[in-house]
């Protein structure tokens, strides 16, 4: 067996074991031999259309089926229709028709879709040594093979005219432009649904073509519209897919187009072999009314004789194309030239079953105007033929796709188009532009879809390239490079699809000035802080008559963010909620803002109760006994209370933050999370250092309540300190001890006495596991650790 049929039997095993016994053709599956040719059209309500415009029979329906017979042709053929209906129903014998392709009276058929029909198997097979009775037996007696293969015969020649039409656009741009052919493939494989090796489009350009094209085997397909008009062999396609999934071509659930052909090539052929009759699949390949039947295998005119076996649509509802548009929410330019992204039925650019395509666009009126589409599996969608008629149209365009499906009517996807030849670009609210820092702009009013580049010219310097992007049908958004920007008029340039010159905006570019956003303080408070734009200007605020000095600026996102001092704590105190103000802003230059203010209500004024802390339970380490309940270890368990000032509720609603002392680590603690009530004015929180603030915070910690957007002061809670991990401690020696233990680094000095004064340095950088000591006769050793080196902790030293 060759590599497919190898990777198709691993989820396929026991179709496989018959494939040792089925002849050598059934190895590959290329169907690259040319077969006879049929005519086929079919009638439907007095409408006549060739078959490959047909996606599905209906009851009533008349088909007409012809050989065609050349001239120069001696072998004659004899050609056979059945009806099919069911996998356990087998067929009447008055719905099997055979023509005599040499005889001109009864050279073709011209058959009727009897009700209850599902499937048409047409029949192909010479006249010497063929037996139409033995044909309509072997059917008879076993309808579910054939009813299957008819199936998978019908799937493989859509799938086949998928592949035909991709090798066929590629050649097409290899002949016309090579350079293309990877842009456009990929195209093509979003239009067709098919997965390509993607290592030939690395390959150099000269042979992109040839190894795209090379092996139809190993593209694989994948299509919800074709896989819901027919199953497999097994059951749904999507339970095929899923099989094919854990095989080499498989990946991630394509569909490929043979293998359901290739199995039943292992079913049929290996059951039905006989000394008389051997049938061959065909697909039919479809064109201006001509079936040119493709088969895997020789013909053989002898015993036993071969008989081709081919499929007509099948005759269910029919089943409109799942077209959906590439990028839904995003308009579209009404200009001459357009293409509306379409996918999710390859079928439309691989077959005729579409048909008589329009885009309908609703006029202003309420009217309706259609131009023609065409699909086109390069372009990735349906291309509009000529203008588009733009007249009476408003700026913003509902268009629709409607077609027929076969013989059924369907309506297609809705598009929002724009129209170029209405509006014009505009600033919102007369905007200006700031130099020194670069600037999003947002333009209104113009055709978004249909703008191709924007570029910026700055009094008489040369036009840069704009970076833009579309926010909705009638508004782009742009990032002005003006940090490096002197201050002048900048000119933007528009240039759209659809119009014939470029549109101009002219904005005023001007240094940055100083913006105020609020002010707040609270009651109480003797620090306010000022939000706005360029605060480094700021020299002085006058609230009433209190003036603050400026402290600390910071940045948030866009916005500054300014501390405020005041210079007379007394005359804040006089300062009452509720009251309101004017704030005097005092700029450098002279400059003057002003900025209302109201004050705000005190924030919560909280102390802390009491403190403590459970060192985690190592038996493999040596208690280390810190001094001060305040001196706790990172990974200690612990727990404060603090109490919130008279006249304020606590409710269990606000937060309790704690971080260390330059916010580089924070924790927020809520209620059931570390933070509980013991009544209204006491709060209790309980945590773990090292867990909620990081492996590495160390020293002074604080903590603060906060309530909404307001919160306290910062209250000292305690200094964390690491501990090392001390193993053992041997004493021996009569002069010495000898301490050993892991990370010992974390330890400044040992010493024998409170006071220090035999103490033992620890080299900065200390790596080793044991440090001598001095002896310890009291049988404790004093520790001054580096994260507090002004607190002493004691070791105990068992006797």
């Keep these: 067996m060759n590599h497919f049929v190898r990777s198709l039997c691993l989820p396929l095993l026991p179709l496989c074991a018959l494939s040792a016994a089925a002849p050598a053709w059934a190895k590959s599956s290329p169907f690259d031999l ?65 023509a005599k392709s040499w005889e001109r009276k009864k050279n073709s058929l011209s058959l009727i879709v009897p009700a209850g029909a599902h499937q048409v198997a047409v029949f192909v097979m010479p006249e010497d040594g063929g037996d139409v009775d033995a044909v309509i037996d072997t059917v008879r007696k076993r309808p579910g ?67 795209l094209t090379d092996d139809r085997e190993t593209m694989l397909l994948s299509d919800t519209h074709s896989s819901a008009l027919t199953s497999t062999l097994v059951g749904a396609p999507t339970d095929l897919a899923f099989q094919l999934s854990a095989t080499p071509q498989g990946g991630s659930g394509y569909y490929s187009s043979y293998i359901g052909v290739v199995r039943d090539i292992f079913r049929i052929f290996g059951a039905f072999q006989s000394t008389e009759l051997q049938y061959i699949p065909a697909l039919s390949q479809l064109n201006d ?40 929410d995003q308009p579209l330019c009404a200009a001459t030239g357009l293409v509306l992204p379409m996918e999710g039925a390859p079928l439309v650019y691989a077959t005729h079953y579409a048909r008589n395509l329009t885009l309908r666009l609703e006029k202003q009126d309420g009217g309706m105007v259609t131009v023609p589409l065409v699909p086109d599996a390069r372009s990735g969608g349906f291309v509009v033929r000529g203008p588009l008629p733009l007249e009476g149209v408003d700026s913003t365009i509902k268009a629709q796709v409607h077609g027929d499906w076969g013989f059924t009517p369907f309506d297609g996807p809705v598009f929002s188009l724009s129209n170029p030849n209405v509006g014009a670009w505009k600033t919102r609210e007369n905007a ?52 490096k920007a002197s201050p002048g008029p900048v000119t933007l340039t528009i240039d759209a699809k659809g119009v014939e010159e470029p549109q101009t905006v ?79 802003v005092a700029m450098a230059g002279g400059r003057h803002m002003k900025v209302d203010t109201v004050i705000a209500s005190p924030r919560p004024q909280i102390s802390l109760l009491r403190i403590s802390a459970h060192p985690p339970s190592d038996t493999q380490s040596l208690p280390i006994e810190l001094s001060s309940e305040n001196i706790i270890a990172q990974d200690a368990d612990m727990t404060f209370a603090f109490h919130l000032a008279d006249g304020q509720s606590l409710t269990g609603d606000e937060k309790i933050e704690v971080a260390d002392a330059k916010g580089a680590a924070t924790a927020m603690l809520t209620t059931g999370k570390g933070y509980d009530l013991q009544d209204g004015q006491t709060g209790i929180v309980s945590f773990t250092p090292r867990a909620s603030l990081g492996p590495v915070v160390r020293g002074p910690i604080r903590f603060r309540l906060v309530r909404g957007d307001t919160a306290s002061d910062w209250v000292p809670l305690a200094t964390l300190v690491r501990l090392p991990e001390i193993s053992s401690v041997d004493c021996a020696s009569v002069v010495h001890c ?62």
Aim: with cysteine; aromatic share 4%.
């Design 506 to 584: 002219t904005l005023p570019a001007l240094d940055e000035a100083g913006r105020i956003d609020r002010l707040t303080l609270h009651a109480g408070d003797d620090q306010a802080i000022l939000d706005g734009t360029r605060l480094d200007q700021v020299r002085s605020v006058t609230l009433g008559d209190v003036m603050f000095k400026p402290g600390t600026l910071s940045r948030d996102g866009k916005t500054d963010r300014l501390t405020l001092n005041a210079s007379d704590s007394a005359s804040v105190e006089r300062l009452s909620a509720g009251q309101r103000l004017h704030a005097q």
């Design 289 to 328: 009314g001509k079936g040119d039947l493709l088969l895997n295998a020789p013909l053989s005119f002898g015993k036993p004789t071969s008989v081709m076996v081919a499929a007509l649509p099948a005759v269910e509802a029919p089943t409109p194309p799942p077209l959906r548009p590439v990028n839904a």
């Design 145 to 211: 093979t054939f009813v299957r293969a008819t199936k998978e015969l019908n799937q493989a020649s859509l799938d086949r005219a998928r592949l035909d039409a991709f090798l066929r656009d590629v050649r097409a741009v290899e002949r016309d432009d090579p350079k293309k052919i990877a842009d456009t493939s990929q195209a093509l494989t979003r239009s067709l649904s098919i997965k390509l090796n993607s290592d030939c489009l690395r390959q150099p350009v000269d042979v992109q073509a040839a190894c």
């Design 34 to 98: 040319a077969g006879p040719r049929l005519h086929v059209a079919v009638t439907h309500d007095g409408v006549t259309l060739p078959v490959e415009w047909v996606p599905n029979l209906s009851e009533g329906d008349r088909i007409s089926i012809k050989l065609d017979r050349q001239a120069e042709q001696s072998t004659r053929y004899r050609l056979i229709a059945a009806f099919l209906r069911g996998v356990t129903d087998r067929p009447p014998r008055d719905w099997f028709h055979d």
């Design 738 to 799: 000898t301490l050993t233990g892991k990370r010992l680094f974390l330890i400044e000095s040992i010493a024998a006495n409170k006071n220090f004064s035999d103490a033992a340095k620890v080299p900065d950088g200390f790596t080793t596991s044991s440090i001598q000591t001095p002896a310890a006769p009291d049988g404790t050793l004093f520790l001054k650790l580096r994260d507090a080196p002004d607190a002493v902790a004691t070791l105990q030293i068992a006797k």
């Design 432 to 483: 200006s532009l700031v130099v020194g820092r670069d600037n999003n702009l947002i333009l209104d009013g113009g055709a978004a879809a249909c703008v191709t580049s924007v570029e910026m010219r700055q009094g008489s310097g040369g036009a840069q390239p704009v970076k833009w992007s579309l926010s909705d049908a009638r508004t782009i958004a742009l990032d002005l490079p003006l940090s």
